[in-house]
């Protein structure tokens, strides 16, 4: 993106329409990722033999968790083409992806049609699908940071996790229509597809949008870099402090944003034993919420620094963990269901609007992408991806009170990286891009 010979106008309205233009593309592959989970509920029936409810969610849960394995994948190649051959081109194939992924999903037969076909189709469309997000989040956060003003950066990359939040919405609120107009039979047996058929169409709107962006100024600056620096492991390497206080800071959070949002729905089915719409209007409304706070959340690092938000989330986190779920998972009441959830995604607001940056501030241009990309999409297949599957385990063997204290524990640990870390905000390598 040249920007020395445009007027500061022109500018802000390049920028504006570059952030509004990568954030609805991330919404739409988002939406596409956790369709998946916000309809486990209604089709894990269709593609494993019948059993127990938990078992099958199991099942479920267990192919999530797959799909995360491919997030590093992802995240590599992705991130490598990012840094070598641009963002806006890296964004473009992510999203085609997903849309493939999505397709498939939405016209595989049932198990009952054809057997142990079934779920092996299933675990090859969110083995796709897993590649795709793993390499949209680190290019999506590295192209909102590059684009973003200086001392608005905290408040714009933000919009990431709005847009993310704003997926998962979307997928609740399909489901809530859903459950409105067909009744739950027929949600079992067909009424499932109806997103996977909603998200591949939206991929061809992401498509389009993300055809118009504009190149970052920071990849236009390096594009003429030797390739052996672009983009490449061995010169990812150089950066092991980067690279560890990725892993470190994304440990306890991602963790707890997968328990408060994608895990959640089924929580309040399966052990505070609300109905499914109930859970799925509760979910609802605690996301719009938790999405709406994070422009706030970030626009507050901007004035007092990123640190202090992270310390903050690692310190109620670590306390509040164990007794929240606690008296969540005892409540009979949907208002007090409600406020807990509330509460939590208040807490874990202090890691979500600010991660983004935080990654991005840490790396220079020719490895952003990769490094904001791959050490993350690591941490998450471990900790964020196997939350459902960890959770939903302990409680099958009658321990479910072990995991509130693993991600409490997990929450420790990144807040002993927070309280070791300098604050990004300051020592930014973004500001050596102008």
Same mark, same amino acid.
């Given at each position: 993106m040249q920007t020395n010979s445009l007027s500061p106008e022109k500018i802000s309205s390049r920028r504006l329409k570059a952030i509004f233009g990568g954030s609805i593309g991330n919404l739409v592959e988002w939406y596409d990722w956790y369709a998946y989970s916000a309809f486990a509920l209604y089709f894990s029936a269709s593609f494993f033999?019948?059993?127990?409810?938990?078992? +099958?969610?199991?099942?479920?849960?267990? /192919?999530?968790?797959?799909?995360?394995?491919?997030?590093? /994948?992802?995240?590599?190649?992705?991130?490598? /083409?990012?840094?070598?051959?641009?963002?806006? +081109?890296?964004?473009?194939?992510?999203?085609?992806?997903?849309?493939?992924?999505?397709l498939l999903i939405a016209f595989i037969p049932t198990y009952q049609a054809i057997g142990i076909i079934a779920p092996l189709v299933l675990l090859l469309a969110r083995l796709l699908q897993g590649l795709s997000v793993g390499g949209e989040y680190g290019v999506s956060a590295t192209y909102l940071s590059e684009m973003a003003s200086?001392?608005?950066?905290?408040?714009?990359?933000?919009?990431?996790?709005?847009?993310? /939040?704003?997926? +998962?919405?979307?997928?609740?609120g399909i489901q809530l229509i859903l459950q409105k107009v067909l009744t739950d039979a027929e949600l079992h047996e067909w009424g499932w597809r109806i997103p996977f058929v909603i998200g591949a169409i939206l991929s061809l709107v992401a498509l389009y949008l993300r055809s118009t962006l504009y190149e970052t100024k920071a990849f236009e600056t390096h594009k003429n870099m030797s390739d052996e620096r672009k983009g490449t492991i061995r010169e990812l390497l150089k950066h092991p402090k980067a690279l560890m206080t990725v892993v470190g800071l994304t440990l306890g959070g991602t963790l707890a944003f997968y328990t408060y949002t994608t895990y959640m729905q089924k929580f309040l089915v399966n052990t505070v034993n609300l109905s499914k719409a109930e859970s799925t209007l509760i979910s609802f409304i605690s996301m719009l919420i938790f999405a709406l706070i994070q422009p706030v959340f970030g626009a507050l690092s901007d004035r007092i620094g990123r640190r202090p938000l992270l310390i903050s989330f690692g310190v109620l986190g670590t306390i509040c963990t164990v007794p929240l779920l606690t008296a969540l998972s005892h409540t009979t009441s949907q208002y007090t269901a409600f406020f807990l959830l509330l509460a939590g995604l208040f807490i874990v607001s202090g890691y979500t609007s600010i991660n983004a940056i935080v990654k991005a501030e840490l790396f220079p241009a020719e490895v952003r992408a990769l490094g904001v990309g791959l050490p993350y999409a690591l941490t998450v297949a471990i900790f964020g991806g196997t939350a459902e599957y960890?959770?939903?385990?302990?409680?099958?063997?009658?321990?479910?009170?072990?995991?509130?204290?693993?991600i409490s524990g997990c929450i420790f640990l990144s807040l002993l990286v927070y309280v070791g870390m300098r604050d990004t905000r300051e020592t930014s390598l973004l500001e050596k891009e102008g």
């Open positions: 033999p019948e059993g127990n409810k938990t078992a +099958q969610l199991l099942n479920t849960a267990g /192919i999530f968790a797959l799909g995360f394995l491919m997030r590093p /994948i992802g995240g590599w190649i992705f991130g490598r /083409i990012a840094d070598k051959v641009g963002r806006k +081109q890296s964004m473009t194939l992510s999203v085609l992806l997903m849309s493939f992924g999505s200086k001392n608005r950066r905290g408040f714009y990359s933000s919009f990431q996790y709005v847009t993310l /939040i704003g997926g +998962q919405l979307f997928a609740l960890v959770a939903l385990y302990l409680k099958d063997i009658g321990h479910e009170s072990y995991f509130y204290w693993y």
